[in-house]
């Protein structure tokens, strides 16, 4: 049975609680351990929901008891959720847990503790040496890769280069391949600009960068099928009809927006490039929720717990 690490995430957000929810939906799935806070999971819930069915709890006792409340953003509990994820890759190392899980994080509330945080991808990239992390979020009908993760759309264009694009589609056909079992991974490029660009009427990305770095790549990846730029609106219409494995988005929102429409239920943030399967929900602590136990929406946790078993089987094999 695949061993899961699961991290509560920020403690004052949504995460405590739908991580009781998944587990309790879940049992006999996977063995769970979960990296948290106990007090905070008992006041996530009413008394008589805390259950943690066939699971292990790491308990961390970092949280102010007196002074604890959800929906809130405080340097405190942005620190305690670095400490959740830290001691999570500390489980990984010495191979007590497989994979990993995370429930979402505040980015604000770590970088008030102190730490420089743009998101969990990054820091799994520092903290596991693995530079060349993709960021591969999906649902239960379209995947996408992303050239760019969370960077203001003013700096996207200045940020893409050569280098960024190629290794983004060639880590994610290797993960097509070992996590997927796709063989011969078809992906579609989303343009930058709209209409991707018009031949460069409307901006120089398209012809000047991305149309050489899908060359390049045909040439690299040979049992790969790679079309495109198109305009955003066909390449993710085609890929949702069938014809493509994975979109190749050059910002966030153009991957989050379809996939939110499509089916958030489904999202998962999958981490490919480090020598372990990560994931996590697609949604952030939903702070103006968190502490209400009916609002709590345990669906993408449970997709992306399902996504981490199958994908973590699937690595076993390759």
Same mark, same amino acid.
């Given at each position: 049975?695949?061993?899961?690490?699961?991290?509560?995430?920020?403690?004052?957000?949504?995460?405590?609680?739908?991580?009781?929810?998944?587990?309790?939906?879940?049992?006999?799935?996977?063995?769970?351990?979960?990296?948290?806070?106990?007090?905070?999971? %008992?006041?996530?819930?009413?008394?008589?929901?805390?259950?943690?069915?066939g699971a292990d709890l790491v308990d961390i006792d970092n949280i102010n008891k007196?002074?604890?409340?959800?929906?809130?953003?405080?340097?405190e509990y942005g620190k305690a959720s670095i400490e959740y994820l830290d001691q999570?890759?500390?489980?990984?190392?010495?191979?007590?847990?497989?994979?990993?899980?995370?429930?979402?994080?505040s980015k604000e509330a770590v970088n008030l503790s102190g730490k420089k945080f743009?998101?969990?991808? %990054?820091?799994?990239?520092?903290?596991?040496?693995?530079?060349?992390?993709?960021?591969?979020?999906?649902?239960?009908?379209?995947?996408?890769?992303?050239?760019?993760?969370?960077?203001?759309?003013?700096?996207?264009?200045?940020?893409?280069?050569?280098?960024?694009?190629?290794?983004?589609?060639?880590?994610?056909?290797?993960?097509?391949?070992?996590?997927?079992?796709?063989?011969?991974?078809?992906?579609? *490029?989303?343009?930058?600009?709209?209409?991707?660009?018009?031949?460069?009427?409307?901006?120089? !990305? !398209?012809?000047?960068?991305?149309?050489?770095?899908?060359?390049?790549?045909?040439?690299?990846?040979?049992?790969?099928?790679?079309?495109?730029?198109?305009?955003?609106?066909?390449?993710?219409?085609?890929?949702?009809?069938? %014809? *493509?494995?994975?979109?190749?988005?050059?910002?966030?929102?153009?991957?989050?927006?379809?996939?939110?429409?499509?089916?958030?239920?489904?999202?998962?943030?999958?981490?490919?490039?480090?020598?372990?399967?990560?994931?996590?929900?697609?949604?952030?602590?939903?702070?103006?929720?968190?502490?209400?136990?009916?609002?709590?929406?345990?669906?993408?946790?449970?997709?992306?717990?399902?996504?981490?078993?199958?994908?973590?089987?699937?690595?076993?094999?390759?």
């Amino acid at each position: 049975m695949i061993k899961i690490g699961l991290t509560i995430g920020d403690p004052s957000g949504i995460g405590p609680a739908i991580a009781l929810k998944a587990i309790q939906q879940l049992n006999g799935f996977a063995r769970f351990t979960v990296i948290g806070n106990s007090f905070v999971l %008992k006041k996530s819930c009413p008394a008589k929901k805390f259950q943690l069915p066939g699971a292990d709890l790491v308990d961390i006792d970092n949280i102010n008891k007196n002074k604890f409340s959800f929906g809130r953003i405080k340097a405190e509990y942005g620190k305690a959720s670095i400490e959740y994820l830290d001691q999570a890759l500390a489980l990984l190392r010495c191979g007590k847990i497989d994979c990993l899980v995370t429930c979402p994080v505040s980015k604000e509330a770590v970088n008030l503790s102190g730490k420089k945080f743009s998101g969990h991808t %990054k820091y799994l990239s520092s903290a596991c040496d693995c530079p060349d992390t993709v960021m591969l979020l999906l649902n239960d009908r379209l995947k996408f890769c992303l050239l760019s993760q969370h960077l203001a759309l003013k700096n996207v264009a200045g940020y893409l280069n050569k280098q960024i694009i190629e290794n983004t589609v060639y880590q994610s056909a290797l993960g097509l391949k070992k996590l997927f079992r796709i063989a011969h991974p078809r992906f579609v *490029f989303c343009g930058l600009n709209p209409h991707a660009s018009d031949n460069g009427v409307i901006g120089r !990305e !398209e012809p000047e960068l991305i149309i050489p770095a899908i060359k390049s790549l045909k040439k690299k990846l040979k049992k790969t099928s790679i079309c495109g730029p198109f305009s955003a609106d066909i390449a993710i219409a085609q890929a949702v009809s069938g %014809k *493509f494995d994975c979109v190749v988005a050059a910002y966030h929102d153009q991957a989050l927006i379809a996939l939110k429409l499509t089916g958030p239920e489904s999202g998962v943030n999958l981490t490919l490039g480090l020598p372990f399967v990560r994931t996590s929900p697609l949604h952030g602590t939903a702070i103006d929720i968190a502490g209400n136990w009916k609002l709590s929406d345990p669906s993408s946790l449970i997709a992306a717990i399902k996504l981490a078993v199958k994908c973590t089987r699937n690595l076993k094999k390759a």
